[in-house]
């Protein structure tokens, strides 16, 4: 069983394993709980996916709008996400709004890439990157940390 946080409401939705959480919809508000766009979170809402997402990759890109390699990966990281869909939930945080978490999970450049399974850190990465290389390290990552 897999559990994703509705981006609307923030109410946790179980979908098993053999059904395409892309087609899930919010128990609580109806609302499509995978679009496969990433979503803007500050630090209420990015506490709230970490916690409520199981089974299922949590990736967060950290980055601040002054920066230039960071509106270069922006992009890349839309179109990683699109190609990503349903196997993972993908966040952006913006540095400058939540300095708090960047020193909590010791974020000392951007772009960075946080990667979490069922709420603990398993993978980072600094320095901007194609929607391919986003890809392959989140799948390489998470099947890693599976084993």
């Known amino acids: 069983m897999r559990q994703f946080v509705c981006p609307s409401c923030g109410a ?3 979908v098993p394993v053999d059904r ?3 087609l899930a919809r ?3 508000c109806k609302a499509e709980v995978l679009s496969g766009a990433p979503l803007d979170v500050e630090a209420k809402a990015f506490a709230r996916h970490l916690a409520g997402t199981k089974g299922a ?3 967060v890109d950290v980055w601040a709008p002054w920066c230039g390699p960071c509106r270069a990966m922006s992009p890349q990281f839309d179109a990683a996400a699109r190609r990503v869909g349903s196997g993972a ?3 952006k945080l913006n540095a400058d709004n939540n300095p ?3 020193a909590q999970y010791a974020v000392q450049g951007i772009p960075a890439l946080l990667l979490f399974l ?3 850190l398993i993978a980072r990465k600094a320095g901007l990157m194609s929607a391919d290389q986003i890809v392959d390290w989140v799948t390489l990552a998470a099947a890693k940390a599976a084993v």
């Open 12 to 14: 946790g939705n179980r």
């Open 20 to 22: 395409d959480p892309a």
């Open 26 to 28: 919010c128990g609580r």
């Open 57 to 59: 990759p949590v990736l």
């Open 89 to 91: 939930r993908f966040l």
């Open 100 to 102: 708090e978490l960047c």
């Open 118 to 120: 069922d709420g603990r």
